[in-house]
């Protein structure tokens, strides 16, 4: 009798094997990126960094500027005007760095070099150092390195901080202990601050990332869900135009296995699961996209030269999950539908995606219907309008 036909359930699907070739993202990458876009960084962090640094610039400029009215901060004479021009400059570059809205690494580790610099020129017009120039006006860059620098540059910095509190200090103190020892204060105080915010901006990242990843993840078997087939369905589908090649879809369900599920329990039934999962994980190649798509289905995405090559790589797969056990010795045969496709100039490729996935499912119920546990290829391939939910990551 012929399984009642149920519709593949497209809120799921992928997994990708953790070994990936150079045209491939990375496992833990969100999704393929365009080098250009990565060498302009116009990405929220760069924004947020000319944003941040357009603040602190502005405000720095301002209140440094706020000495040029008051009676005896400032030296007379040469020093006042330089005073006062590397408070304009501050100003200007503030509001450049606001119009322009974006700032890349170099530039950031530049302009807190500039500022190290900057507290040395306000040093060098002040009158009373100890009272109006304090070395905790090297705040501002300190903690701005902590946020946005890398670590090589980090270590650059927090040199850059000791030398400069030493040249700041050094007019203000006869005794080279009591300068050392302030030194050595004002430069681990504010080194201590910088490197605080960056081990929190580290921390930070590594939860955004691994919430990243969770979200791409199916949790019982550890396979990538759905996400994943939407993020990496245009990186497939140009790889395959670019190279000549085709796209195949292979659709496995596993037989019997509410069976399997009502006589054992669903515990029996997860580790069942986990151990195809396993058994896929190690017969798929580097470059194929592997799936959960929910329940006892998978999905297995990839390129190929010909139906052939698809045909070999899907019986593949069928022997594996017929010799897969778990530890109470629970097995499961799969019935697989493939689906092979060209891509073409101009399609949609998260549509095509779900047209190929729709002919692979309808032939894995051609599979069940020839008696389980085999293979069977697709037919003339027919077209849909996709899905809202399909279209979106």
Same mark, same amino acid.
């Not at 005896?72 to 322009?100: K, S």
């Not at 020892?181 to 915010?197: D, E, R």
């Given at each position: 009798?012929?399984?009642?036909?149920?519709?593949?359930?497209?809120?799921?699907? &992928?997994?990708?094997?953790?070994?990936?070739?150079?045209?491939?993202?990375?496992?833990?990458?969100?999704?393929?990126?365009?080098?250009?876009?990565?060498?302009?960084?116009?990405?929220?962090?760069?924004?947020?960094?000319?944003?941040?640094?357009?603040?602190?610039?502005?405000?720095?400029?301002?209140?440094?500027?706020?000495?040029?009215?008051?009676?005896?901060?400032?030296?007379?004479?040469?020093?006042?005007?330089?005073?006062?021009?590397?408070?304009?400059?501050?100003?200007?570059?503030?509001?450049?760095?606001?119009?322009?809205?974006?700032?890349?690494?170099?530039?950031?580790?530049?302009?807190?070099?500039?500022?190290?610099?900057?507290?040395?020129?306000? &040093?060098?017009?002040?009158?009373?150092?100890?009272?109006?120039?304090?070395?905790?006006?090297?705040?501002?860059?300190?903690?701005?390195? !902590?946020?946005?620098?890398?670590?090589?540059?980090?270590?650059?910095?927090?040199?850059?901080?000791?030398?400069?509190?030493?040249?700041?200090?050094?007019?203000?103190?006869?005794?080279?202990?009591?300068?050392?020892?302030?030194?050595?204060?004002?430069?681990?105080?504010?080194?201590?601050?910088?490197?605080?915010?960056?081990?929190?901006?580290?921390?930070?990242?590594?939860?955004?990332?691994?919430?990243?990843?969770?979200?791409?993840?199916?949790?019982?078997?550890?396979?990538?869900?759905?996400?994943?087939?939407?993020?990496?369905?245009?990186?497939?589908?140009?790889?395959?135009?670019?190279?000549?090649?085709?796209?195949?879809?292979?659709?496995?369900?596993?037989?019997?296995?509410?069976?399997?599920?009502?006589?054992?329990?669903?515990?029996?039934?997860?580790?069942?699961?986990?151990?195809?999962?396993?058994?896929?994980?190690?017969?798929?190649?580097?470059?194929?996209?592997?799936?959960?798509?929910?329940?006892?289905?998978?999905?297995?995405?990839?390129?190929?030269?010909?139906?052939?090559?698809?045909?070999?790589?899907?019986?593949?797969?069928?022997?594996?999950?017929?010799?897969?056990?778990?530890?109470?010795?629970?097995?499961?045969?799969?019935?697989?539908?493939?689906?092979?496709?060209?891509?073409?100039?101009?399609?949609?490729?998260?549509?095509?995606?779900?047209?190929?996935?729709?002919?692979?499912?309808?032939?894995?119920?051609?599979?069940?219907?020839? !008696?389980?546990?085999?293979?069977?290829?697709?037919?003339?391939?027919?077209?849909?309008?996709?899905?809202?939910?399909?279209?979106?990551?």
């Amino acid at each position: 009798m012929v399984p009642a036909r149920k519709t593949l359930p497209h809120s799921r699907i &992928v997994r990708h094997h953790p070994a990936v070739t150079s045209e491939d993202v990375p496992r833990d990458a969100p999704a393929a990126a365009d080098p250009t876009e990565l060498a302009q960084l116009e990405l929220p962090e760069g924004r947020l960094a000319a944003r941040t640094m357009a603040a602190l610039l502005v405000v720095g400029g301002l209140m440094g500027s706020a000495n040029l009215f008051v009676d005896g901060v400032l030296i007379a004479g040469a020093a006042r005007w330089a005073y006062g021009a590397t408070m304009v400059a501050l100003l200007v570059l503030g509001v450049v760095f606001a119009v322009l809205g974006r700032v890349g690494p170099q530039h950031t580790f530049a302009l807190v070099l500039v500022g190290d610099l900057v507290y040395l020129v306000v &040093v060098l017009c002040i009158e009373d150092r100890l009272s109006y120039a304090t070395p905790l006006m090297l705040l501002f860059p300190a903690l701005v390195a !902590g946020w946005f620098l890398e670590l090589r540059q980090m270590c650059v910095h927090m040199v850059v901080i000791a030398a400069v509190c030493l040249g700041a200090l050094w007019p203000s103190y006869d005794s080279g202990v009591g300068l050392g020892v302030q030194v050595v204060v004002s430069a681990l105080t504010l080194n201590f601050a910088s490197l605080t915010v960056f081990l929190l901006r580290w921390r930070v990242q590594r939860l955004l990332e691994a919430t990243e990843r969770l979200t791409r993840l199916d949790p019982l078997t550890g396979l990538f869900n759905r996400r994943y087939l939407v993020e990496q369905a245009p990186r497939i589908w140009r790889q395959a135009r670019r190279d000549g090649t085709r796209v195949a879809a292979m659709v496995l369900d596993l037989d019997h296995f509410k069976r399997l599920n009502d006589q054992f329990g669903h515990a029996a039934g997860d580790q069942v699961l986990g151990s195809v999962a396993r058994s896929l994980q190690a017969t798929v190649r580097p470059a194929d996209v592997l799936a959960r798509t929910g329940g006892e289905e998978l999905v297995v995405l990839g390129l190929v030269a010909d139906a052939a090559e698809a045909r070999q790589l899907a019986e593949r797969l069928r022997r594996a999950v017929a010799a897969g056990r778990t530890a109470d010795d629970h097995g499961v045969t799969a019935s697989i539908g493939l689906a092979v496709t060209r891509p073409e100039d101009g399609e949609d490729a998260v549509a095509a995606l779900w047209r190929l996935v729709d002919l692979a499912d309808a032939a894995m119920y051609e599979a069940k219907r020839r !008696g389980r546990d085999r293979v069977a290829t697709a037919a003339t391939p027919r077209t849909r309008a996709p899905r809202t939910e399909e279209t979106s990551a």
